[in-house]
DNA sequence: CAAGCAAGCTTGTATATACAACCATTGACT
DNA sequence: AGTCAATGGTTGTATATACAAGCTTGCTTG
């Protein structure tokens, strides 16, 4: 894989994570503040703020002015994280010949989670979704509704409509490396039980693959079944 | 209501917004760069910048480096600004009075429309979402997935475990003028026929409000249902 | 004419700085 | 002991600046 340049408030990003994952920062533990963080990185305060805002956006922490910034609460935080990782190790693998680019969108409904692999190709402008949404139960009652995005863009399609030579669903449906990438996909998947990592204790284990599609927006979409009767229902939908 | 001071920023996204919405500016239309509308506006480029920014992350628009920034296509983006309008007019009329801040989360599944208040009261650090998805289908297939996210963030519960003097929760059940805000919400919807808002053509038009709850993070759910059969469906998702 | 290079524009990243708004603590005063 | 004001720390907003990276255009040159 082509070595790109990371930009430094994503050195912090990952760093912050790494330390939440890691259970050294707990629930409601206090971050650093900017300037301890931009002293740390020897970086300016601005771009410090940026990290630590980024991820708030995400859900990961919480800010309040004048207190500090806090480890959110997620039951479900090292799922998050986990997903963000397995969306690194597809692109570090390099295998994936025309994708330079790549994340995770999870969503589910009733006993379905569904997947979706965003590929960003060479000759295509697509873009990242990064969302999840969990919700609790007790006694039949939800009691708590956790939501997660990490990354929102969409394919600038007036790309394909003014300017560009390619359009994803040409490419999707010609190009063979594609189809080559989406098994790698469902490879890393499988090493990385991604269906244990989508879900909260009880775990919900994944039966089978039930459908694997593609739009003309660039989107991958994995269906997986997995065992009714959880207690933990994922929220968010995709019917085909 | 008091008069808050609105941020610069926020004064160029509200006028954007009200260039899309009036239909000036149209779909692929080009937005003026970042240092024209900080001329514009007599601001810094950062400033011109950010707005442009947030308006991108919330899917109004486009951004390509060296093209410039671009009108992003979405069916529903006039549902879209309506929503945010709604949220506004909720807050100006100040009858809520332990709501400081107030948007909406629309979300839906098969034939139920969910409509999420997050309300913001006084005593509480209360956080807004605005999420919407749109699924769009052609013969039985989705051609499109749309989605929005306006804003995220979350009950910091660190407040009520560690510093708070009262939960949501606590406050939700025992406070009257919740209810009566609700009901004031409840007002504004049906004035707005909330639900034609929000569908995009064939119109799916609102039986009935069918469940309002809320939970203890201070999200105040409404299901509304809706005639079944419509060739569109909103996506997402959420049971009770 | 065609290829390719250079200039100019756009957005992306980063720094340094300043002040405002908010919060928690400290300490003096009553 | 309790109240109030000052203080320092933290995040929020805003500016000015600089350079990098990517796209478009137009000119030069073969």
Known sequence: ????????????????????????????????????????????????????????????????????????????????????NIADEIQERGHIHHAKQLTLKAVSVNEEIAILLNLKANSITSESVFYSEV?????????????????????????????????????LSSEAPLTEATHEIEAVLAENEICQLLTIEPQIPCLQVKRRTWSSQGVVSLAILTAPGNKYRLGSHLTF
Chains 1, 2 share one sequence.
Request: hydrophobic content about 35%; overall charge positive.
């Open 135 to 171: 919700l609790h139960f007790e006694n039949n009652q939800p009691i708590q509704l956790e939501q997660r995005y990490v990354n929102s863009k969409l394919v600038p399609d007036y790309l394909s409509q003014n300017f560009a030579k390619i359009t994803p669903h040409e490419y």
């Open 1 to 84: 894989m082509t070595q790109v340049k990371t930009a430094k408030f994503t050195v912090i990003k990952q760093h912050i994570c790494q330390k939440i994952e890691s259970g050294e920062w707990k629930q409601h533990a206090k971050v650093p503040s900017e300037n301890e963080l931009a002293e740390q990185f020897s970086v300016s305060r601005m771009t410090a703020r940026r990290a630590l805002q980024e991820l708030t956006e995400q859900g990961l922490l919480i800010r309040s002015q004048g207190s500090g910034t806090f480890v959110a609460t997620f039951k479900s935080q090292s799922s998050l994280l986990k997903i963000r």
